[in-house]
């Protein structure tokens, strides 16, 4: 929905399909570089909390004799994202937002067609707020309609691959995006797992279950969160992308509880207004002499995060 081309993931099979996680994300003070003034102006922090819950409301699990385990479900998917900044030191003109508010809700159903293909559909609606307050939601101004219609072929039981098309409104009329989708899971010796999956932005995993109860992965994650609003009287949208690369074990509570604890590094969170238009989506702030774009972002800096899940 932020970028042209849409990555999607809809990794909701088997008993996955029935989750909540609860998530606390600290990113430490750095300055932040100002792309067009070429120079750093400003510096802040951040404290994210996110939750998730993923709901069935029908299932029929899949055939024994199915190698991939592709059952017929029909679910709902909630997500809320709230963003403290402490920013500080910014000109007049170019302060940042101190909150941003995102929620959603998708509809989502899947099935298997042939012997190797299963098929995707999803259809929901976000709210993407400058501010922590339910009433600040608006119909046209901050509310985006989004679905998308993917087909995903099973090459092997643990690498997924697939495409389709998606549909949302982040410019005030629909368009369709290309949509991709890509899941593997796998590992070697019993002991080392690789994970690779894009919800909700991108992850890739490389782990170590050291006991049954105590795995410890290192982890890139890519993710973000945006805001629509009004600047100058125009509509504009703030987006943040985000990549942090940290150290995690993850401690299991029996077979459908784990904490996570992770401690890293924030190597990109970008901060940028742009109009709400289509054009605006593929301009880069500002140029180098050798024609490359560059972007505004706060410098690296520590990243924590704690969280819990259930299944």
Same mark, same amino acid.
Do not use: C
């Given at each position: 929905?932020?970028?042209?081309?849409?990555?999607?993931?809809?990794?909701?099979?088997?008993?996955?399909?029935?989750?909540?996680?609860?998530?606390?994300?600290y990113?430490?003070?750095?300055?932040?570089y100002?792309?067009?003034?070429?120079? $750093?102006?400003?510096?802040?922090?951040?404290?994210?909390?996110?939750?998730?819950?993923?709901?069935p409301l029908? %299932?029929?699990?899949?055939?024994?004799?199915?190698?991939?385990?592709?059952?017929?479900?029909?679910?709902?998917?909630?997500?809320?994202?709230?963003?403290? %900044?402490d $920013?500080?030191?910014?000109?007049?003109?170019?302060?940042?937002?101190?909150?941003?508010?995102?929620?959603?809700?998708?509809?989502?159903?899947?099935?298997?067609?042939?012997?190797?293909?299963?098929?995707? %559909?999803?259809?929901?609606?976000?709210?993407?707020?400058?501010?922590?307050?339910?009433?600040?939601?608006?119909?046209g101004?901050?509310?985006?309609?989004?679905?998308?219609?993917?087909?995903?072929?099973?090459?092997?039981?643990?690498?997924?691959?697939?495409?389709?098309?998606?549909? $949302?409104?982040?410019?005030? !009329?629909? %368009?369709?995006?290309?949509?991709?989708?890509?899941?593997?899971k796998?590992?070697?010796?019993?002991?080392?797992?690789?994970?690779?999956?894009?919800?909700?932005?991108?992850?890739?995993?490389?782990?170590?279950? =050291?006991?049954? $109860?105590?795995?410890?992965?290192?982890?890139?994650?890519?993710?973000? =969160?945006?805001a629509?609003?009004?600047?100058?009287?125009?509509?504009?949208?703030?987006?943040?992308?985000?990549? !942090?690369?940290?150290?995690?074990?993850?401690?299991?509570?029996?077979?459908?509880?784990?904490?996570?604890?992770?401690?890293?590094?924030?190597?990109?969170?970008?901060?940028?207004?742009?109009?709400?238009?289509?054009?605006?989506?593929?301009?880069?702030?500002?140029?180098?002499?050798?024609?490359?774009?560059?972007?505004?972002?706060?410098?690296p800096?520590? =990243?924590?995060?704690?969280?819990?899940?259930?299944?």
């Amino acid at each position: 929905m932020k970028k042209a081309i849409t990555l999607i993931a809809l990794l909701f099979v088997g008993s996955a399909l029935a989750q909540i996680s609860a998530k606390t994300e600290y990113i430490g003070n750095s300055k932040f570089y100002d792309a067009v003034a070429d120079t $750093n102006t400003g510096n802040g922090s951040a404290m994210i909390y996110a939750v998730n819950a993923m709901v069935p409301l029908s %299932m029929q699990a899949p055939k024994e004799e199915d190698p991939y385990q592709r059952p017929t479900a029909w679910g709902i998917s909630l997500s809320g994202k709230f963003v403290q %900044m402490d $920013n500080h030191n910014f000109p007049i003109g170019k302060e940042l937002p101190s909150e941003v508010m995102n929620l959603g809700a998708t509809a989502i159903h899947i099935r298997p067609l042939k012997e190797r293909w299963s098929m995707l %559909m999803a259809v929901g609606a976000g709210s993407y707020l400058p501010k922590s307050q339910f009433s600040a939601i608006h119909i046209g101004e901050n509310v985006v309609a989004n679905g998308a219609l993917v087909f995903v072929w099973h090459w092997k039981t643990n690498l997924e691959i697939g495409g389709g098309v998606a549909l $949302n409104n982040s410019f005030g !009329f629909p %368009m369709v995006f290309p949509a991709f989708y890509f899941k593997y899971k796998g590992g070697f010796s019993d002991k080392f797992t690789i994970d690779v999956n894009l919800l909700d932005g991108g992850k890739v995993a490389f782990g170590y279950d =050291y006991h049954q $109860n105590l795995s410890l992965n290192l982890v890139a994650n890519i993710g973000g =969160y945006a805001a629509y609003l009004r600047r100058h009287e125009e509509k504009e949208m703030f987006s943040s992308q985000t990549f !942090f690369v940290s150290l995690q074990p993850e401690f299991k509570l029996g077979k459908h509880v784990a904490i996570p604890v992770a401690f890293g590094g924030s190597f990109i969170r970008s901060g940028r207004y742009r109009e709400r238009t289509l054009a605006a989506m593929f301009q880069s702030e500002a140029k180098n002499e050798d024609g490359t774009a560059r972007s505004s972002v706060f410098l690296p800096a520590l =990243y924590f995060a704690a969280g819990v899940t259930i299944k």
